[in-house]
């Protein structure tokens, strides 16, 4: 079984709907990370947690919002989506040498 | 604001030859990682780098750092297909954030 799981794997939505893309890991790790990947402009951090009473805003937070229920689990929400939001979101984990773990990314599309 | 800088961006090379992909950064940081990533595949980390003077060898790919200049390279030797892929430079900032490079796109022809 893969150590970080992301649901849903895909996702189409339409403008100003809620979506929620889900990440869990049994690596055991207290932190996690959201970024989002755009052809050409690499990875870019959106929110990142340390632990389950810490979150923080990474570079690219506007728009977005995070719940981190668990150690295990860490949530990404876009209240209400829009087109640019369209792109591809990886969640992570990361060890004592903050080596990340990435999971298999979802793709979603807004239109 | 941390820039992080690749290049080339494009790298189209034949079978059994030599390269090395550079990657510059704006700010001091001792940490510098690499990562691959094979088309509509996730990321999976190839080097960490903790200090400056690091080297570090897997296979056919040597990884370097030197905090000084703030540069990374990515050294190929004798490539080979199975390494096309992209290829992502990423700087560690005060421990809590990560800036990627753009990556660069590796084709290895035979």
């Known amino acids: 079984d893969a150590d970080v799981t992301q649901t849903p794997r895909n996702r189409i939505t339409k403008t100003g709907k809620r979506i929620m893309l889900e990440c869990s890991q049994t690596k055991g790790h207290d932190r996690m990370y959201w970024y989002r990947q755009d052809p050409g402009l690499g990875l870019r951090l959106i929110y990142y947690s340390f632990d389950v009473k810490d979150i923080n805003k990474g570079e690219i937070s506007d728009g977005y919002s995070v719940s981190r229920q668990a150690q295990a689990k860490f949530s990404l929400s876009l209240e209400s989506a829009i087109p640019n939001q369209t792109a591809l979101y990886f969640c992570?984990?990361?060890?004592?040498?903050?080596?990340?773990?990435f999971g298999p990314g979802t793709r979603l599309t807004v239109l | 604001e941390l820039k992080v800088e690749q290049n080339p961006l494009f790298l189209s090379m034949q079978e059994g030859k030599n390269y090395t992909i550079y990657c510059n950064y704006s700010?001091?940081?001792?940490?510098l990682y690499w990562y691959r990533q094979d088309p509509g595949k996730s990321l999976e980390s190839l080097f960490v780098l903790l200090s400056n003077g690091a080297v570090k060898q897997e296979g056919r790919l040597m990884a370097s750092l030197d905090t000084k200049a703030r540069l990374s390279t990515l050294h190929i030797t004798a490539a080979v297909h199975d390494l096309s892929a992209t290829y992502f430079c990423a700087v560690d900032k005060t421990g809590n954030q990560f800036y990627f490079g753009t990556g660069t796109s590796l084709t290895v022809i035979p």
């Open positions: 700010t001091t940081s001792d940490r």
């Open positions: 992570a984990t990361s060890d004592i040498w903050d080596t990340q773990y």
